[in-house]
């Protein structure tokens, strides 16, 4: 199987920009988390999307939103960029149980945003 | 809420010799225990994981890891270094298998450094 993949893999964008990333999980994966990591901060945890809902999210402003497509591809976009959202963004998908549980989660390579 | 210790941001040893990295985590209810291994310019691979039964937990490269409830602790290990093991490692914790409503929750990572 294909592994996770996420494009573009790099990006620079200026102050006030939007910025828009895509993620394509794993065949077969229907649920896709977003994660945040940078050197200060480390991995943070963004959303978590699944069946094309919003099923749970960190602790980050609403200028960070996502949304996924019926076929189980992901969207992230942040509004308003600002310096601090300098980052590697990882994307990671995961099979969901009948019961609802989550499987564990595979990671993408990652999109490097840097915001001048 | 949970939280991930790791002891050292940087480690290092001599090709050949023993890795040991260290994990702590916190948690409210029974854990679901990983490490991820990340090499330069890319995501999150995962080397092993601890959700319930045997607490010796064997991964991928030769790496493995012991839980022990009453340690809180989830320490990697591998008996002999190579120098591809350098790479930023990371332990996590979940209330799921795969993660729950927070995602998975990410230590700060240690940075194994092979001296040849």
């Known amino acids: 199987k294909a592994g996770v993949t996420q494009t573009p893999r790099y990006l620079i964008k200026t102050r006030g920009q939007q910025v828009t990333l895509s993620c394509s999980p794993i065949?077969?994966?229907?649920?896709v988390s977003w994660y945040q990591q940078t050197p200060g901060q480390g991995l943070q945890f963004l959303f978590e999307y699944f069946s094309e809902t919003q099923r749970n999210k960190g602790n980050f402003p609403g200028r960070f939103s996502g949304r996924q497509f019926s076929n189980s591809r992901s969207e992230m976009n942040v509004s308003t960029l600002e310096l601090g959202d300098s980052a590697l963004y990882l994307c990671a998908s995961s099979a969901r149980l009948a019961g609802g549980t989550r499987e564990t989660q595979y990671f993408g390579p990652g999109t490097r945003l840097l915001v001048l | 809420a949970q939280s991930v210790t790791q002891l050292g941001s940087h480690v290092s040893v001599s090709e050949g010799a023993l890795v040991l990295l260290r994990c702590n985590y916190s948690s409210s209810v029974p854990p679901y225990l990983f490490w991820y291994v990340q090499y330069p310019n890319q995501g999150l691979q995962l080397l092993l994981k601890y959700t319930t039964g045997a607490t010796l937990v064997k991964g991928i490269n030769g790496f493995e890891a012991e839980f022990k409830k009453s340690e809180t602790s989830f320490h990697l290990t591998k008996p002999s270094a190579h120098m591809s093991d350098e790479a930023e490692y990371f332990c996590?914790?979940?209330?799921?298998?795969?993660?729950?409503?927070?995602?998975?929750?990410f230590g700060k990572g240690t940075h194994l450094i092979i001296q040849p």
């Open positions: 996590a914790v979940s209330d799921l298998s795969g993660g729950g409503a927070d995602g998975l929750t």
């Open positions: 065949s077969g994966h229907r649920s």
